[in-house]
């Protein structure tokens, strides 16, 4: 077949590729969606249970505010895929995507050298840079594309689940029952999830999001007196918050505001911002032990030993707080969750065992341990791209989040986290798309890496969990240089108390005309 050519191609249809589309409409982008629909994670990698860990209106696209945003309860992943849905009908945006279309391979054809101290040239060169090629799931046949310009929004969830190394002969295969990742678990229905967990004893390896709440759609099938008890194999402990009041005041106060945000460390912030940015240091950690000693009182923390021995800002951080279903210590009173505290596990032929030499028999294990979001990447980059994706950090290295600095015309949405990634994700394709238009210049590649050095060094000051790429200690700051870069009004309020004191959100970010 002859290869196809068009200016920008656009890989992934989740919330990053939606917003590219919508933002990068103009140029007529060709989107490629390796399954049915759009959603992403969303879509693919949710529970029956799965909801929104934040608000509506904290998860919205600036040009089209959810119809209930005031409803205070966290929508369903039902409800998010048919508001995901409609923005992309309402903005006419499904006319560039190409489902059941998996890229499988990409090939760096462009003829100009990237130099560590040079200028980043135009994103739209007028010549292919990348060959693309798309696999059809349902015709099996390749196609050859030709594009000046790929973002990649393929995201750090889904696909590629990570599975932990075991010793030698003390991996699955040696255990008799049955063992999932949560990737294959999300594609079970209820019927066939229930039917997996009802009187069996179920071992849930994690402790973050999905398998709290896995542990608790065990809990709820295995009820009555015949029903087991699931038990969760937490390694690392993470705090977790009931709901969005701390001691009766707003969350949002600690983390998302300005004035809030001012007391924690931001890029270039200058050697007097630094030295002040030190002195309310313990400000910063009160606030934090604010926090701590309220999830103590509420939550039964020591009871279950699931106090961790971090502070709580380290996990807010690297955006790992949880919010917990109202009936996860319910089901822990009753004995339908049990808890069982290690570093080191492995498989035998009965269930899993433990470093202190404990067993613990079970029926089924799945693995809630997350995914390699990278490997993604580097399974269609071709080299030498592939080996630049992460730094010896752990993290990907991104100019706002988005502009690896050497890998030429290629941008990353959705590999950046902060409160909401909805938000990160749409701000950095209205920026995007004003350097596609040559609306402004990115700085030498030198000062990208400089810039990307200094937030990777803040984040590990910050969290010891700081391989994430998280941002929500200074969002604000982020979102800030952003608006700067592209010609924005810094400060989005209308008042200098609402600046100071109110929370920012897209609403904030609505484009400027």
Request: net charge neutral; charged share 25%; aromatic share 14%.
């Amino acid at each position: 077949m002859a290869i196809i050519r068009s200016k920008i191609g656009i890989i992934g249809g989740g919330i990053s590729g939606i917003a590219a589309a919508k933002q990068l409409a103009k140029y007529d982008p060709m989107v490629f969606e390796a399954t049915e629909c759009v959603g992403g994670v969303w879509k693919h990698c949710s529970y029956r249970s799965t909801k929104l860990q934040t608000p509506r209106c904290d998860y919205e696209f600036s040009d089209f505010p959810w119809t209930q945003r005031d409803n205070t309860n966290f929508p369903t992943y039902e409800e998010i895929l048919d508001y995901l849905y409609s923005y992309a009908k309402h903005f006419d945006v499904l006319k560039f995507f190409n489902f059941n279309s998996k890229v499988v391979e990409i090939k760096f054809v462009g003829d100009r050298e990237m130099n560590y101290f040079g200028e980043y040239g135009s994103l739209l060169t007028g010549n292919p840079v990348w060959e693309v090629a798309v696999r059809n799931n349902q015709s099996q046949t390749l196609q050859w594309y030709a594009f000046d310009f790929v973002v990649m929004c393929t995201g750090k969830y889904g696909d590629i689940p990570n599975i932990p190394n075991f010793p030698q002969k003390k991996g699955p295969k040696e255990f008799n029952g049955q063992v999932l990742h949560t990737l294959d678990y999300s594609k079970l229905d209820q019927e066939a999830s229930t039917k997996l967990m009802k009187g069996k004893k179920v071992v849930v390896v994690g402790y973050k999001k999905s398998a709290i709440d896995l542990a608790v759609e065990c809990a709820e099938a295995n009820q009555g007196p015949e029903g087991q008890p699931c038990t969760m194999v937490v390694r690392t402990l993470h705090w977790t918050v009931p709901h969005y009041s701390i001691w009766g005041l707003p969350f949002y106060l600690f983390y998302s505001t300005r004035s809030s945000q001012f007391l924690h460390e931001r890029p270039n912030q200058g050697l007097f911002r630094t030295l002040l940015c030190h002195m309310l240091s313990p400000m910063r950690k009160a606030a934090s032990k604010l926090i701590e000693s309220y999830l103590e009182w509420k939550l039964p923390l020591e009871k279950y030993g699931l106090k961790p021995e971090h502070p709580f800002e380290e996990d807010y951080a690297s955006c790992q707080m949880a919010i917990l279903p109202e009936n996860f210590f319910t089901e822990a009173d009753k004995g339908k969750i049990m808890f069982k505290r290690t570093s080191k596990w492995w498989f035998w032929e009965g269930g899993v065992e433990f470093e202190d030499n404990t067993k613990l028999e079970a029926d089924v294990v799945i693995l809630a341990t997350g995914f390699d979001g990278k490997k993604k990447i580097k399974a269609i980059l071709p080299d030498p791209f592939r080996s630049l994706v992460e730094f010896p950090s752990g993290m990907i290295p991104l100019y706002r989040g988005t502009i690896h600095p050497l890998i030429p015309n290629m941008a990353f949405v959705g590999y950046l986290e902060s409160v909401s990634n909805l938000h990160s994700a749409e701000i950095r394709c209205i920026w995007l798309s004003r350097l596609v238009d040559d609306l402004f210049k990115l700085p030498s590649v030198e000062k990208m890496l400089e810039q990307i050095t200094q937030e990777m060094e803040i984040m590990k000051r910050t969290t010891r969990f700081y391989k994430r790429n998280c941002i929500s200690t200074f969002s604000i700051n982020h979102s800030d240089e952003i608006c700067q870069e592209m010609g924005w009004q810094v400060w989005r309020k209308t008042n200098w108390l609402a600046e100071a004191f109110s929370p920012y959100n897209s609403q904030d970010y609505a484009e400027e005309k």
